[in-house]
C-alpha cells in the first residue's frame, strides 16, 4: 500500500508546483501589464525628474565602478587566454578584432546586466520587501496613492535607461583591458589592433548589445520590484526575495540573450540579404 500511496503524494506534489509555477506567472504579467499601463497613459508623472533622477544616481552612477573594473578585467582574461592560441597561427594581430567583437555583442550587455541584477537588483527587492513587511506599502494606499506609480515605475525605467550606459561602460573598458594585455604586454602593433577591431566590428555589433541590453534592464526592474512587492512577512522573507530577484533576473537575463539575439539574426539577414551576418 506504500508505493501507490508515494507515487500519488508525488503526483500530487508535482502537480501543486505547476499550478502554483503557473500562477506565479500570470501574478507576474499582471503586474507588468499594470506597470506598463502606467508608463504609457501616465508619461507625465512616469518621468517626474522628482522621482526619476535619485533612482537613475542609484541604479547607474553608483554602478559604474563596479561594472568598468569587470569590464577591463573580462578583456583582459580573454586577451591573456587567447593570445597563445592566435599567435600559434600566426594570428596574434587579429585577437583585438575577435575579442572586441565578442564584447560589444555578448560579454559586455550580459556582464553589465548581471552585474546591475546583483547590485541594483537584489537592493531594489529588499528595500520595497521591507516596506511591504513593514506595512508602508498598505499605509500608502491608505492614504489615496499609488505605489506601483511612486516607486515601481521610477525604479523600472531606470534600469531600463542605465542598463544600456552601462553597457557601454562595460564595452569600453573591455576593449582597453584586451588593448593593454595585447599590445603592451605582448607587443603586437597597436594600429593592427585597433585596425581588425575595425575590420571585425561594424554598427552592427555595438547597435546589437545595446539593444538587448534595454530589454535586460527592464527585466531587472520588473523582477527585482515584482520579488519586493510580493516576499513574505518577516527578516527571512526580505532576504529570499532579494535572492530570488537575482536568481529570476539572471535566468531572464539568459533566456533574453538567446531570443534577441536569434531576432537580431534574423532582422539583419532580412535587412542585408546578400551579406550574412553574425549578430547575436
Known sequence: MLAPLNSVNAITFFGSQVVQAICGFGHFADFVAITAHRIVMRPAKSFRWRLLAPQLFAVGVLSIPVVA??????????????????????????????????VVKQIGPVLAAVMVA????????????????TEQLDAMRAMGTDPMQQLVVPRV????????ILTMYSN?????????????????????????????????????????????????????????????????GVGQAATAS???????????????????????????????????
Do not use: H
Open 69 to 102: 573594473i569587470t569590464g577591463a578585467f573580462i578583456g583582459m582574461i580573454l586577451a591573456l587566454e587567447g593570445f597563445n592560441q592566435f599567435a600559434a597561427l600566426g594570428q596574434e594581430d587579429r585577437l583585438g578584432g575577435i575579442i572586441n567583437m565578442s
Open 118 to 133: 546583483g547590485r541594483v537588483g537584489c537592493a531594489l527587492a529588499a528595500e520595497l520587501g521591507t516596506m511591504r513587511v
Open 157 to 164: 525605467l531606470a534600469c531600463t535607461i542605465m542598463t544600456p
Open 172 to 236: 569600453m573598458l573591455g576593449s582597453l583591458g584586451a588593448w593593454l594585455i595585447t599590445v603592451k604586454v605582448f607587443g603586437v602593433s597597436g594600429s593592427d589592433y585597433w585596425y581588425w577591431t575595425a575590420q571585425f566590428v561594424s554598427w552592427r555589433e555595438p547597435f546589437g548589445g545595446l539593444f538587448k541590453s534595454v530589454f535586460f534592464g527592464a527585466a531587472i526592474g520588473l523582477v527585482s520590484c515584482y520579488k519586493g512587492f510580493n516576499c513574505r512577512p518577516g527578516a527571512a
Open 246 to 280: 537575482f536568481v529570476a533576473s539572471f535566468m531572464a537575463i539568459v533566456v533574453l540573450n538567446l531570443v534577441l539575439a536569434q531576432f537580431l539574426n534574423t532582422f539583419i539577414r532580412w535587412l542585408y540579404p546578400i551579406l550574412p551576418s553574425v549578430l547575436g
